[in-house]
C-alpha cells in the first residue's frame, strides 16, 4: 500500500501483473476488529494503454442517472469490448463494439445499478485500452 492507511480508499502499487488479494481489517474506538474476506483483484500489465488515445474516450453526462453516452475514436477499423465495473472491480455489463470508420457511439442503460462509482473499460481487439471513471446517481 502506498497511500490511504486509515482512510476509506487505498492506492497499492502491485508490481508484476497476475492475481492478487486485498483483505480490510475494520477496527472500532472500543477495541473490536473484524478482517474481510479477501477481494479478488487481477493484475493487467497494461499494454496498450496510452494518454494519447484515453482522451478520445467520452462519457456523458457524468454523474449519470439512468443513461450514460459512450464515445470513442480510434484510427481505421476495429472491434472492442466495451464493459462496466463497480468498485469492487466486478463486470457490472459490457457491449461489443465494431466500427468501419473508426467511430463508436451507444447509449448504455444504467438500470437497476446502485448509486456509486464506476470504471467504464474500452479492451480493442489490438490490446489497447481506453478507460474512464463515472458516477451513477441516484
Not at 51 to 67: H, M, Q, V, Y
Amino acid at each position: 500500500m502506498i497511500a490511504g492507511a486509515g482512510t476509506h480508499e487505498i492506492q497499492v502499487n502491485w508490481g508484476a501483473a497476475g492475481t492478487g488479494y486485498v483483505s480490510v481489517t475494520e477496527s472500532t474506538s472500543e477495541g473490536c476488529e473484524q478482517l474481510s474476506e479477501a477481494f479478488v483483484v487481477n493484475i493487467d500489465d497494461c499494454t496498450g494503454i496510452g494518454e494519447n488515445t484515453a482522451g478520445s474516450l467520452k462519457l456523458f453526462p457524468n454523474p449519470a442517472k439512468d443513461r450514460l453516452n459512450v464515445e470513442f475514436s480510434v484510427a481505421g477499423q476495429f472491434n472492442a469490448t466495451v464493459a462496466m465495473f463497480n468498485s469492487f472491480g466486478q463486470q457490472m455489463g459490457s457491449v461489443t463494439a465494431k466500427s468501419g470508420n473508426g467511430v463508436f457511439q451507444t447509449v448504455l442503460s444504467l438500470d437497476g445499478m446502485p448509486a456509486g462509482i464506476y470504471t467504464l473499460q474500452v479492451r480493442m481487439d489490438d490490446g489497447t485500452i481506453l478507460q474512464r471513471k463515472f458516477v451513477k446517481s441516484e
